[in-house]
């Protein structure tokens, strides 16, 4: 059992005037919606029409409006927590709860970062040899894997060794330009091709299409690993509310899925594929201004998101190799050097493992749902007072029963295959 008695220090008292667990306090409102919201949007967003052709348009706004409730429980759970503890990392919250979890959140979340940064990697250097080839199949040595992994991590290196989302807001604030971007055109050109075609064929939804969207719709809103940080940067007058900032990152992520979501089922019904730019650009071509525009600030978008998954990266990793010490505290060499080595970890992963895939959507099980659900349960029924009971109960089965379905939909899309 943990010895850490949430009574012991008040909530929400900042180490001295504007700085809470060492960062600098501030963050407004729009700035900490901005993160969260980037935190949860990946490029998984264009997968939304196929998950609705999976389970209907009615069935799909359904799960995913229910999700983004329980993921809103989840978020309030660990800033009210985050205000107990004076901490500013996921994984700072740890000492509320049993060891045994604290091991199993630092090694799954760490493991599912370096993966997930591996991932956007490769879809980066996907995104852009298709974008500078085309159909070809000629590789030039500069797009070749080894090169190409090495130019991106280059690009992104001076850009995580930003230690808090304040130093980000530019880069921030023009993600959520481009996701934006993307979603507008997502919409309108499925718009302008369920006006073309009078071929509408609704979605049959069945036991085994539902477990799978429902697998993927419960992985959907995962940006936990930077709420703590997100609190913690918050001014002290958006303290004071804090639980605002939740929840409207989770109506803002719940009004970009449903949007892409619904337009992209609308135009191409029950046999949209995983990728509807993909699907868009069959229809238009790959030479489309707006498919283009589409590829292109998604390529953007991965290389200026990849801080938000290096800096709880960069905290863990920090946690272990000078423990003790505030992680923000760092010298610039030893932050450089720890950085340094998370990319060259992600550019050897992204070169040398095979199924790639295979090994996020396992994670998907393992990590992401407890991470998303279970864990910030547990963690309040420890440190909320009064304790949460209800909502404890729920978000933590909710968790539980979202990691047996995805691991469920893992097993079926092996057999199919």
Not at 181 to 202: L, R
Not at 218 to 232: E, L, R
Not at 334 to 340: C, K
Request: hydrophobic residues 50%.
């Amino acid at each position: 059992m943990s010895n850490y008695d949430p009574l012991d220090s008040e909530p929400g008292v900042p180490d001295k005037l504007g700085v809470f667990g060492g960062l600098e306090e501030r963050l407004g409102l729009f700035g900490g919606v901005v993160g969260l919201v980037l935190s949860m949007v990946g490029t998984g967003i264009v997968t939304f029409p196929f998950v609705f052709g999976l389970c209907s348009d009615s069935m799909g706004i359904f799960v995913l409006g229910t999700i983004a409730f329980l993921v809103y429980l989840s978020y309030t759970m660990l800033m009210q927590c985050t205000a107990r503890m004076g901490v500013t990392s996921y994984g700072g919250l740890m000492p509320a709860i049993p060891k045994a979890w604290t091991y199993y959140v630092n090694a799954s979340l760490w493991l599912l970062l370096v993966l997930a940064t591996t991932s956007y990697i490769l879809i980066a250097a996907d995104m852009t040899r298709t974008l500078l080839l085309g159909n070809s199949t000629d590789l030039p040595l500069l797009l070749s894997d080894g090169v190409l992994f090495a130019l991106i991590c280059l690009v992104v290196f001076p850009l995580c060794l930003a230690r808090s989302l304040h130093g980000l807001a530019l880069l921030n604030m023009y993600c959520a330009g481009a996701i934006l971007t993307v979603v507008v055109a997502i919409v309108w050109k499925c718009y302008k091709i369920s006006e073309e075609s009078s071929n509408f064929a609704p979605a049959h939804p069945t036991a085994v299409s539902l477990m799978l969207a429902v697998s993927i719709l419960g992985n959907a809103m995962f940006g936990h690993m930077n709420v703590a940080q997100v609190y913690a940067e918050l001014t002290p007058k958006t303290k004071k509310h804090a639980n605002i900032v939740p929840l409207i990152a989770c109506i803002v992520v719940f009004v970009l899925y449903s949007a892409v979501g619904l337009s992209g089922y609308l135009a191409f019904g029950r046999s949209v594929g995983p990728d509807v730019i993909a699907d868009i650009a069959r229809r238009h071509g790959s030479r489309d201004s707006l498919v283009i525009l589409m590829q292109v600030l998604l390529v953007t978008y991965i290389l200026c998101k990849l801080p938000l998954l290096v800096m709880p990266l960069r905290s863990i990793t920090l946690s272990y190799v000078t423990p003790g010490k505030n992680p923000n505290a760092v010298s610039l060499p030893v932050n450089a050097g720890v950085v340094f080595a998370l990319l060259t970890s992600s550019y050897l992963v992204a070169l040398a493992l095979p199924h790639l895939d295979l090994c996020l959507e396992v994670l998907g099980a393992t990590c992401v749902a407890p991470l998303c659900f279970t864990v910030p349960a547990r963690l309040a029924w420890s440190c909320v007072e009064p304790r949460p009971t209800v909502a404890s109960i729920t978000v933590g089965l909710t968790g539980v029963c979202i990691s047996f379905l995805t691991l469920g939909a893992v097993v079926i899309k092996q057999m199919s295959d």
